[in-house]
């Protein structure tokens, strides 16, 4: 796509020499570029080539399941903060991207959707000081929750003190503009809520495994199938 972009015009040859491709390899390529949307025309005989059309964008989403995740929450978030003013064109651009997605990846955002829940911040929580999240914790959260496997994080509490836990994530929760990692401590035998701004180097234990549990929240707490309706 860069060399398209740069040069306006290539051949196949070119293209394959300059990737360090076969002939059939480019062609394969080219095929799969034109099936997720994107326009290049083929120009036959001498002076000839591919062309990639400058107004050609991609129509098929190459979205993971944690980036759509990420942009649901995002909404739900703002929406449950009453600071959603585009919520409908939202809503209808994030279905097109969920209707984009394999069956099976579909499936996995409806589970991941299944955990999520949210609710009013208490006037009386103290923000003073609230960090930012770690950009690998979702990611993690995703392969732990949709495998079933225990996740192992870094955890500083209120006091600052620094400890190593490993929970079973049975769920996340979002009180805008804190956003909450819920978890069975097997250690304690209950839930505990790890503020998500306090964890690092979050990972998923392939090696374990858990089973889903009903967690208790307050009466003011709603699933997110309940905000979208």
């Known amino acids: 796509m860069r060399i398209l972009r740069r040069n306006g015009t290539s051949t196949i040859d070119a293209l394959a020499e300059e990737v360090g491709a076969s002939r059939r390899t480019v062609l394969r390529d080219?095929?799969?570029?034109r099936d997720a949307g994107?326009?290049?025309?083929?120009?036959?005989g001498r002076g000839g080539g591919l062309q990639l059309d400058p107004q050609s964008v991609q129509t098929s989403a190459r979205l993971t399941v944690p980036e759509i995740f990420a942009l649901l929450i995002?909404?739900?978030?703002?929406?449950?903060?009453?600071?959603?003013p585009f919520s409908k064109l939202a809503d209808a651009g994030l279905a097109k991207i969920e209707k984009a997605?394999?069956?099976?990846?579909?499936?996995d955002l409806r589970n991941f959707l299944d955990c999520l829940h949210v609710g009013p911040l208490s006037p009386l929580?103290?923000?003073?000081d609230m960090g930012r999240m770690t950009p690998d914790l979702l990611p993690a959260f995703e392969r732990a929750f949709l495998g079933a496997h225990f996740i192992r994080f870094d955890y500083r509490d209120a006091k600052g003190r620094k400890t190593q836990r490993e929970v079973e994530p049975q769920?996340?929760?979002?009180l805008p503009p804190l956003w909450y990692l819920v978890g069975w401590d097997p250690t304690r035998s209950d839930f505990r809520h790890f503020r998500m701004d306090r964890i690092s180097q979050p990972k998923a234990m392939a090696d374990t495994h858990f089973r889903r549990r009903h967690v208790p929240f307050e009466e003011d707490v709603c699933p997110y199938s309940e905000l979208q309706s």
Request: aromatic residues 2%; without cysteine; charged residues 15%.
């Open 30 to 33: 080219i095929s799969a570029l």
């Open 38 to 44: 994107y326009v290049i025309h083929s120009d036959v």
């Open 74 to 84: 995002s909404v739900a978030a703002m929406r449950a903060a009453g600071n959603l």
């Open 101 to 107: 997605l394999p069956s099976d990846k579909v499936k």
């Open 125 to 128: 929580q103290d923000l003073s």
């Open 171 to 174: 769920a996340m929760l979002i």
